[in-house]
């Protein structure tokens, strides 16, 4: 069972439309990042949230950390064929974890934009 | 500034052979981690280096292993290799001073045992 579990796995959509990618979990997390992985390259940074109800924007893309630090959100507006790749999220659990400096990666979102 | 360089980007290997990969960080980064991506298993935490010493590490078997050299420079060997150990290793380096844990991935070295 994945510590973080995103919704939905795959998404397809057409260039202009909007859309979230969740990321859940039963756990509080430090911290939560996104990142975007294109084929054949490694995973990028988009954004790091870390306060509970945190919003932050980067052009169309909006990224939210749930009040209770234990899920995010990243919607995209006006989504663009460049926007294609996988998103994913990972969480840095607190220090009384013991794993306070290992990523721990969600599944991950296919996101397909079509022309 | 460059990147986190990997090398080599694609290695095939045979059940029961070792395998040595390597990761150089981005100048200035002390910190560096490496990850294993597979289609089932996602990306999966394997181990941190920071100034040559392993300071976390991830539930991988002792068959993975890895080392950290003065200059911040990073191999991480498998012995014994099995058919599962095909996936996309991504090292990552971070200065470890700066925001919670800002890392920098490299291209992957894509590793295929047959």
């Known amino acids: 069972t994945q510590l973080l579990e995103q919704s939905p796995q795959f998404l397809s959509i057409q260039e202009g439309e909007n859309l979230t990618v969740y990321c859940n979990s039963s756990s509080v997390f430090s911290s939560l990042q996104w990142y975007r992985q294109e084929p054949g390259e490694g995973p990028v940074l988009l954004v790091t949230?870390?306060?509970?109800?945190e919003v932050k924007k980067l052009k169309r893309l909006t990224f939210q950390f749930g009040d209770a630090r234990k899920d995010s959100s990243l919607h995209i507006t006006a989504a663009q064929t460049g926007d294609t790749g996988l998103y994913l999220c990972a969480g840095i659990l607190p220090p009384s974890s013991g794993s306070a400096r290992q990523l721990t990666f969600g599944s991950g979102t296919q996101l397909t934009v079509l022309p | 500034k460059a990147g986190v360089t990997q090398t080599p980007r694609y290695l095939i290997k045979t059940r029961g052979q070792q395998v040595t990969l390597s990761c150089s960080p981005i100048s200035g980064h002390r910190s560096v981690s490496w990850y294993q991506q597979t289609p089932g298993q996602g990306l999966q935490f394997l181990f941190e280096y920071f100034s040559e010493t392993q300071r976390n590490k991830g539930n991988f078997p002792g068959r993975f292993s890895g080392r950290q050299f003065s200059n911040s420079r990073s191999e991480m060997n498998v012995s014994t290799l099995e058919l599962g150990d095909s996936a996309l290793y991504l090292c990552?380096?971070?200065?470890?001073?700066?925001?919670?844990?800002?890392?920098?991935f490299g291209p992957g070295t894509r590793l295929t045992v047959t």
């Open positions: 949230v870390v306060t509970g109800g």
């Open positions: 990552a380096s971070s200065w470890s001073g700066g925001p919670p844990h800002e890392q920098y």
